[in-house]
């Protein structure tokens, strides 16, 4: 199983951090735990758990409960004491920069968010002023909190595009316009933590993996529509970036060989052409122009800027045109999410973005296409779910990577 593949330690002092990451985890998946109990799910020795967690103790990372009860019924002899994390020891912030909006989080350790910011920027904006917009709003978060940046952890950033986590750069966003940007290293000139920096959709799969309400799964594909069309995968608990960390591009698979719409990413006839928010509403006008008495018009003349809400609340409102045009929409993602199915064959899939939003008007046609194009029975045992973040998924998954990068992982300096 995933969980426990992670949380095998070593008795070995030269690997103490891995044990270290061993005992963080599993304090991480239960909200109390025995120090026996510990070292059986890590198969590390009672003394190494001793040591460790004294460490942790001292740290305030960790708090032990139960002490006085529990003393008191067990009379004489060592008594029984359950171990907690304490989330609020340490802090992490999560910016997740979409498409002309840019949102910031500080959370706890079990990535609870404690405050957040937002910010929406016109995208000629340069890159450069976005990221120190963004280094001032991760400011303004920490001192509204009034913490101290000692128990920040670090910087996890979420970001739209093809980007190396290794270098921090934003190879290329075609949504936002972007290409060859330094995030982390323009972010670290205004700012004095730590900074990770990864691809936004494949932030929040590894979020919804470890902060959601995702079961032991040893694949899970995120799938994320907005004005982007994601995808990102969590392997045995790890994310899986692929060769050159485009792994996920899910929204640039070819649904149309020929006579597609203009992606841009610069080909035609990608899936994103087809399902994204901004093709699914430009679709909802067109209805909502044939038959300006319908229902779809109705829901449209109620708001002075229609989004995706309105075109839902038609289809939930029985609008026959805005149901099947919906239909029609979510076929192409099942389609999509088929050819996924049988090159990776996932346990579970994750949606987010408009898919979570309109997911019971959605999903049955994703699901019933999937269960007759995927081969043989991959599509009969892949599990589905709407986001358990909702619209949190985005700080929630850049706080995840700013927490397995800088906390939840070997390397971790506790001095
Ligand atoms: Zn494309």
């Known amino acids: 199983m995933a969980m426990k593949q992670l949380l095998i330690g070593n008795n070995s002092r030269t690997i103490r951090s891995n044990n270290l990451q061993a005992i963080l985890l599993a304090l991480l998946h239960h909200k109390h735990i025995s120090r026996i109990r510990l070292a059986e799910l890590t198969s590390l020795s009672t ?29 004489a002899g060592r008594p029984r004491m359950s171990l907690r994390l304490v989330p609020e020891s340490r802090y992490a912030i999560g910016v997740h920069i979409g498409v002309g909006s840019v949102k910031v989080a500080v959370t706890d350790l079990r990535a609870n968010i404690l405050t957040s910011l937002s910010l929406s920027h016109p995208l000629d904006r340069s890159a450069v002023d976005v990221l120190a917009e963004i280094a001032q709003l991760v400011q303004q978060a920490i001192t509204q909190l009034n913490i101290d940046p000692q128990n920040i952890i670090g910087v996890g950033v979420g970001a739209s ?3 190396n986590p290794d270098t921090g750069v934003n190879l290329i966003a075609p949504n936002l316009g972007w290409r060859d940007v330094a995030i982390k290293r323009v972010l670290s000139e205004h700012l004095t933590l730590p900074i990770c920096v990864d691809n936004n959709v494949r932030a ?20 994320y529509v907005r004005i982007g069309v994601g995808a990102g995968f969590v392997i045995d608990g790890q994310l899986y970036r692929g060769s050159g960390a485009g792994a996920g591009e899910i929204g640039h698979t070819t649904m149309m060989p020929d006579n597609g719409e203009r992606c841009h990413c610069g080909n035609t006839g990608c899936l994103e052409t087809l399902i994204s928010e901004p093709a ?20 449209f003349r109620q708001v002075e800027r229609p989004t995706i809400e309105q075109v839902f609340a038609a289809a939930r409102d ?16 099942g389609v999509a999410l088929s050819n996924l199915i049988n090159i990776f064959n996932p346990e579970l899939i994750v949606f987010g973005g408009i898919f979570s939003q309109g997911y019971n008007l959605l999903l049955p046609t994703v699901e019933a296409t999937i269960r007759q194009r995927t081969f043989a029975d991959l599509g009969q045992r892949v599990k ?3 986001t358990y973040h909702k619209k949190n998924s985005g700080m929630v998954g850049s706080a995840a990577l700013a927490l397995t990068t800088f906390f939840y992982q070997p390397a971790i300096n506790l001095t």
Request: hydrophobic share 45%; charged share 20%.
């Open 47 to 75: 003394t190494t758990i001793t040591n460790l967690i004294t460490e942790l103790l001292k740290q305030g990372i960790v708090a032990e409960e139960g002490t006085n009860a529990i003393k008191q019924r067990s009379g």
């Open 204 to 223: 929040m799969a590894l979020g919804e993996s470890l902060f959601g309400s995702v079961p032991d799964v040893r694949l899970l594909a995120f799938v």
């Open 280 to 299: 699914i509403m430009k679709l909802a006008h067109v209805l909502a122009k044939q038959d300006e008495h319908g229902l779809l018009a109705n829901h």
């Open 318 to 333: 029985g609008d026959v045109p805005t149901q099947n045009m919906l239909a029609e929409r979510a076929r192409y993602m």
């Open 384 to 386: 589905f779910q709407p």
């Open 161 to 163: 595009g093809l980007v």
